[in-house]
């Protein structure tokens, strides 16, 4: 008998509406028609097939309450800064910038036999929105009419950590450090978004 395959949409909505938090469903109505729920987490490094952006971003989530509640049970006065229903939205929705930007296309790859073949795939196209990464999410969150805290917007815009700053300027760097400093949402989300990507998504083949 055939194991069904979890929903993850159906999974991620319930989520995000656990926080009952207000216009929450504006959100899942406005990235579900930028293709978020088809959508892939990657061209060809982690789960890059459709649905892989949704599968992603449930995973940080997870690896993220998990390590939430480690971190109160170690330090219980950190509860204040690491609230439950901040926890799930930085960590579902801070890829939505990648909702418009995977196209599928057919490319060349040499097969176990050494023979060119055609193969599914996805380029990149940037020009529909063309803003960056962290910040990218953060505008279009705002613009479901949703209310972002700042901690919120702090840990989505910084989810890439120093993998988003190579050429950037001093200023932005600080910036980085200081929101670490002040916003523990910051490294858990971060901390959180490198374990499902290097760990979680990783194929046997590669690790």
Not at 6 to 23: C, G, Q, V
Not at 46 to 67: E, I, P, W
Not at 148 to 161: F, G, K, P, S
Request: with cysteine; aromatic share 8%.
């Amino acid at each position: 008998m055939k194991t069904p395959q979890p929903n993850y949409k159906e999974e991620f909505i319930n989520l995000l509406r656990s926080t009952e938090r207000e216009y929450i469903d504006y959100v899942i109505e406005d990235i579900d028609k930028l293709g978020f729920f088809s959508a892939p987490a990657s061209t060809r490094f982690h789960l890059n097939f459709d649905g892989g952006l949704c599968q992603h971003s449930l995973n940080v989530c997870h690896v993220a309450l998990m390590l939430r509640e480690q971190m109160i049970a170690m330090k219980p006065e950190i509860a204040d800064y690491l609230k439950k229903d901040s926890v799930i939205i930085a960590s579902l929705l801070h890829d939505v910038c990648k909702a418009d930007i995977y196209k599928p296309v057919v490319k060349k790859q040499k097969n176990a036999f050494g023979v060119i073949e055609d193969v599914p795939g996805y380029d990149v196209d940037y020009s529909n929105f063309p803003l960056g990464h962290g910040e990218k999410s953060v505008i279009v969150i705002l613009r479901c009419g949703f209310d972002l805290t700042d901690d919120e917007i702090m840990a989505i815009r910084w989810h890439m950590a120093a993998w988003d700053l190579p050429f950037q300027s001093p200023e932005l760097k600080n910036n980085i450090n200081k929101a670490r400093d002040i916003c523990p949402l910051c490294s858990l989300i971060q901390t959180a978004d490198t374990l499902a990507s290097n760990i979680i998504e990783r194929t046997e083949e590669t690790l």
